[in-house]
């Protein structure tokens, strides 16, 4: 069993900067790919960005050149850095870990860009 805690989420204004982290509760970049998912009201949870075991990254055309996946395996934390928000990036952010055979998700996180 993995537990993933986010934290880092808040309310920003419009072209400000947030970055959010996902502790992972033992060891497991190495066997899991891990992602950040968001998901607004009335919306489809959408992958935004992940990161893989061998640390090839992939994003969402609508957050490429303003979001960055990053990992810090010493302190089984994932890292969404965020810049350049927009409105429509309000959301609940949801870390994932997703291995061959196990899938576990965090609490999730709320970005609220508003002005």
Not at 3 to 28: D, H, K, M, T
Request: a positive charge; glycine letters at 14%; charged letters at 15%.
């Amino acid at each position: 069993q993995v537990q993933l805690v986010e934290s880092g989420g808040g309310l920003v204004q419009p072209g400000g900067s947030l970055r959010l982290s996902c502790v992972a509760s033992r060891s497991i970049f190495g066997l899991y790919t891990m992602g950040w998912h968001r998901q607004a009201p009335g919306k489809q949870r959408e992958l935004v960005a992940g990161v893989n075991s061998g640390g090839g990254t992939n994003y969402a055309d609508s957050v490429k050149g303003r979001f960055t996946i990053s990992r810090d395996n010493a302190k089984n934390t994932v890292y969404l850095q965020m810049n350049s928000l927009k409105p429509e990036d309000t959301a609940v952010y949801l870390c994932n870990a997703k291995g061959f055979a196990s899938e576990y998700w965090g609490q999730g996180t709320q970005v609220t860009v508003s002005s």
